[in-house]
């Protein structure tokens, strides 16, 4: 028995779905995808970042924003965890909730995502020229990883264990790698 024929929506219609349900779901050629929801572990995290990036960033003019800003990144429409975005905001055209210019772009990694993460999602978001940082970050141990676009259009990778810190020099911002593991202890217990 074959698989159903998949439903295609216009960009009005899955604005309008959205709206309707309050569910996120990613967009591509009409085709929609509802996102699951997470973890404890990947809640929290989620918030140890946006937080300390909140924090790093005072004063200065880029902005963090949490996995409600959707992004449009390659035709495609994703809600990244974490996204820093700095001025001016530009939002898409047809999806004027969806910005196209974010500098940083975080992920945590879930095993039902993780290759998604790393292979799909990333060709995508490569394709928006001021994406400078993609960070993809493990639940599960003290580790991250760090593509960075270079001036000639590269992408450099750096591994980053515990003790390691994250350098996003485009946004002027470290960040200790354990300093996102912050608080997950008290899951564990």
């Known amino acids: 028995m074959g698989q159903p ?8 219609e899955y604005l309008a779905l959205e709206a309707r349900t309050g569910i996120k779901h990613e967009y591509h050629e009409g085709v ?3 996102m699951a929801g997470g973890t404890p572990e990947h809640a929290m995290m989620l918030t140890n970042i946006a937080s300390i990036l909140h ?15 959707k992004v449009k990144a390659g035709g495609k429409t994703f809600y990244p965890d974490v996204s820093v975005v700095c001025p001016p905001v530009r939002r898409d055209d047809e999806m004027t909730d ?7 772009i975080i992920e945590v990694l879930s ?3 993780e290759n998604y993460d790393r292979v799909e999602k990333f060709a995508f978001y ?15 141990r003290r580790y991250a990883e760090h593509y960075s676009r ?3 259009g590269s992408w450099n990778l750096e591994f980053l264990g515990g003790d390691s810190t994250l350098r996003l020099a485009s946004i002027e911002c ?3 790698v354990a300093e996102f593991y912050e608080g997950l202890e008290l899951l564990l217990s």
């Open 55 to 69: 924090e790093r960033l005072k004063g200065k003019p880029c902005k963090p924003f949490s996995s409600d800003l």
């Open 32 to 34: 929609v995808t509802a």
């Open 126 to 140: 490569r394709e928006n020229p001021e994406l400078i940082d993609y960070v993809l970050i493990s639940p599960n």
């Open 5 to 12: 024929a998949a439903q295609f929506y216009t960009i009005p």
């Open 98 to 104: 969806a910005i196209t210019n974010p500098r940083v």
């Open 111 to 113: 095993e039902s995502t």
């Open 174 to 176: 470290e960040i200790p």
């Open 150 to 152: 270079e001036a000639n």
